[in-house]
């Protein structure tokens, strides 16, 4: 891990346009709240939420004279969480982490050896001095750099005291300052990590997929080792940033409560920049957790059991799992016709973990919309939903909508729903009944909808065909193409993520970057597309309701758009 040397001459070009930078200043003592909270803590709280120490909003002005709290105009929100800026329209944010900070900002980084060698008049100065903390707190309350240079008026001026000051620049001062662990001057490491339980041949589809796109990039098909050696100056900053890439397998044996010392041995052997993919059959939580302790971005694991909490920053999933069905069944009912909207709802399933995390999903999503809970049947991991249960669970609530969260095991009970009374409409997944939804009978399709959370074949076609192609010429067998083209993505999304990020090896970077992306379809297999926005972490965010056609052999057909979560 080294600190960062050099930053873009494209950068200090715009200087001017908007906010600020800083430089080199002794190291501040940190100190601690009288609660135990540290003055980095408090700083980081200042940057992130806007609230002062003693608990209280700060107060800023913008656009020249109007009154606003810290809340409302956050550093976080334009500086980004790795304090490496933002372009928002024609708002350029420039950097105010201390790597940037620190150091004077001139036209072009190059060696004293380079400067002198270029004829005079192209010899720059330095657009502005390094900051010291008498500079930096200028910026902040004043607006104005070390030259008497005016921010734009976006850039709030905060109204801080002398230790209000003192904890935000303490945190600046190690904000983004030295590399993440995980990269040398010639690698960049990464690892992905397998539990037990998953079957060798998925394995092996996950690992083929994400080792192949590791050699490809390796492979020096321009020669980047050798122009990062002996480039000219001018291409220093398109070139100095070439690593290559090393795969690491972390495979997780045992109980999960024994998964974070095991990921810490892995870890204290080789730290990693990241985690990519991974795959799982049971709960991805330790991972997950582990992550936010160690502060590792972790890229689209394979799980269905993602970890919903929407403060979490590292770990970024393909979707919700099995949560999103319920989730996608309960928005759907939120803007049904009257007759569906108001009817009561009983929602049936097994208490497992695939079954609470639908049941899951379809109840906080009613209660965050405001609608009335369901009433909840939830049947033991192995009872048997017969016929006559079925039929006695609807005559105890008449006119209730059901929510049947089971799978092929379970499907001769819906003969009750063919003779008996009906619900007004019942609601199943796709994925629960996988090949077998074909055994619904006849007499219930008309009125059940199933939750489809993925695209439909037909409309990805192409993307399959030039996924297929990929596989094929790296010799790589097509054995499950759900794993193998999220896999395909993830290392397609890696390349432009590590381009992007140019020269800054900083994880919050990586991730703000992402956080920056557009939505992304072109190479997007499973997934109807995939959407990205500051700290949002699953990334495909709708669902189809779908009906079953008539027929031995029927097909799903789309009954709703693509329900957003």
Known sequence: MRPHTR???????????????AAPAPAQEIGSA?????????????YREGINPDGKPMMATVQGDIPVEGTMFTCISCHLRSGLGSLEGTVITLPTNWGYLKRPLVGADMTVSDRERLPKELQQGEFRPAYDDKSLARAIR??????????????????????????????????????????????????TVITDGVSEEDQRAMLAVLQAHVRDHNSQVRHEDERKRRGPFYKQEKWDPYRRWQLDVWRLHGAPETWSGQLDEYYEKQPVFALLGGISDGDWRPIHDYCERRQIPDLFPLTDYPVIAEGDWYTVYFSKGFYQEGEAAARYLRRADDALKTAPVVQIYRDTP???AFARGFRETRDLIGMPPPTDRILAGDEVLTATLLEEIVGETPGALLALWIDDSDLQALSALVEGPRPPAAILSATLLGESISAVPDGVRSFTLFTHPTAFPDDKVRTRLAIERWLKIREIPLTNYEIQANMYFVGWNLAGLVKMMRDEFYRDYFLDIM?????????????ERLSFGPGQRYASKGCYLTELGAGPEPSLEKKSGWVVH
Not at 7 to 21: D, E, K, P, Q, T
Not at 515 to 527: C, E, K, L, P, T
């Open 354 to 356: 695939r079954g609470n």
């Open 142 to 191: 004043m607006g104005k750099d070390p030259n008497g240079r005016v921010f734009d008026l976006v850039m709030p001026r905060y109204a801080l005291d002398k230790d209000e000051m003192s904890t935000l620049i303490g945190y600046l001062k190690q904000l983004s300052d030295e590399f993440s662990p995980g990269v040398t001057d010639t690698t960049l490491y990464f690892a």
């Open 7 to 21: 930053r873009s001459g494209v950068a200090a070009l715009v200087a001017a346009a908007v906010i600020v930078s």
């Open 34 to 46: 009288p609660d135990g909270t540290s003055s980095v803590e408090l700083g980081e709280r200042m």
């Open 515 to 527: 956080d920056m992306m557009r939505d992304q379809d072109y190479a997007v297999g499973v997934y």
